[in-house]
């Protein structure tokens, strides 16, 4: 069982894990803590972007020799294979840490996975560790894995009765670029990086605009492109084929005044996790009823 310091550590690196929202993909935003072997955080990091080291790599290497005999906290089970960056089971070994704790299992391990090695090492190793608050972070990306393609967020605003785009109108759904990958927005006629630059040159493979003809590829494209949280940005129009083709995972939707409301405000299907005030506009957080008890996407 995981102690209260591990689990204090354990939403501190979840917290780091949310700086590479909309950056790391199609790799996952992971968060790590280093605990010396007095329990003290000696070091922590995040990853950043794909290339770049990996969350563990960036917390030993803060960490320095502080780390040996003492326990990694890691959202994602640590990687088994090199590749960009070294397998971070290895580097845990070869810091010499005495635990582990981990969150999630990763569902892209390779071979007998990044726990199983280290147990076979010697190395204590603690998992299922606030499993639904690290998915805050991770559930975009593992929803994406699970669907084979990305996890399809719908922002639109409501407004004297008309649903159109919010991204350019609304700053909170602005906001929501900077955990998206991708965007798509107006009629289909731009498709790009949700914020440009972020992922790095080349991480993302992205067609320039969509045809309007099948969602359903244009979403198996983009998850080869390395495309895992896609951001729909506009009204009806634009989001009906991705409804119908049952693509759209998540709603929010921003209402200007309660007159003229459209019958409905969400299509079927989705139940609503939140409501909140965001300025002049309730901002309005819908899933698909199974979503709900699964992964979280927001």
């Known amino acids: 069982m995981a102690s209260l310091i591990e689990l204090a550590a354990m939403r501190r690196a979840i917290m780091l894990s949310a700086f590479g929202l909309g950056a790391t993909s199609p790799n996952p935003p992971v968060g790590c803590v280093i605990l010396d072997a007095n329990g003290r955080v000696a070091g922590e990091g995040y990853h950043e972007r794909k290339g770049l080291a990996h969350a563990e790599g960036n917390a030993l290497r803060a960490a320095g020799t502080a780390a040996r005999g003492g ?3 890691v959202t994602l089970e640590p990687c088994n294979h090199v590749g960009r960056a070294p397998a971070c089971r290895q580097l845990l070994l070869d810091a010499q840490v005495a635990r582990v704790v981990v969150a999630l299992a990763d569902p892209t391990s390779r071979g007998r996975g990044g726990i199983a090695e280290l ?3 010697g190395v204590s190793v603690e998992s299922d560790v606030l499993v639904d608050e690290a998915l805050l972070v991770l559930g975009a990306w593992r929803h994406s894995l699970r669907m084979q393609r990305p996890t399809l967020t719908w922002v639109y605003e409501v407004a004297r009765g008309r649903i159109r785009g919010a991204v350019d109108r609304i700053s909170a759904a602005e906001e929501l670029l900077w955990e998206a990958d991708a965007v798509l927005a107006a009629d289909g006629n731009h498709l790009g990086e949700a914020v440009v630059g972020r992922h790095g040159y080349g ?15 244009l979403a198996q494209t983009l998850a080869r492109g390395g495309v895992r949280h896609l951001l729909l940005d506009g009204g009806l129009e634009l989001a009906e084929p991705f409804i119908k083709a049952g693509l759209v995972d998540q709603i929010v939707v921003f209402v200007a005044d309660p007159a003229g409301l459209p019958e409905p405000v969400l299509p079927g299907g989705f139940q609503m996790v939140e409501v909140s005030r965001k300025g002049d506009h309730v901002q309005v957080c819908a899933r698909r009823g199974q979503l709900v008890a699964g992964d979280s996407t927001h």
Not at 203 to 214: I, Q, T
């Open 71 to 73: 326990t990694a906290v």
């Open 119 to 121: 147990r076979a090492a």
């Open 203 to 217: 991480m993302l493979a992205l067609p320039r605009r969509w045809d309007g003809r099948d969602p359903a590829e």
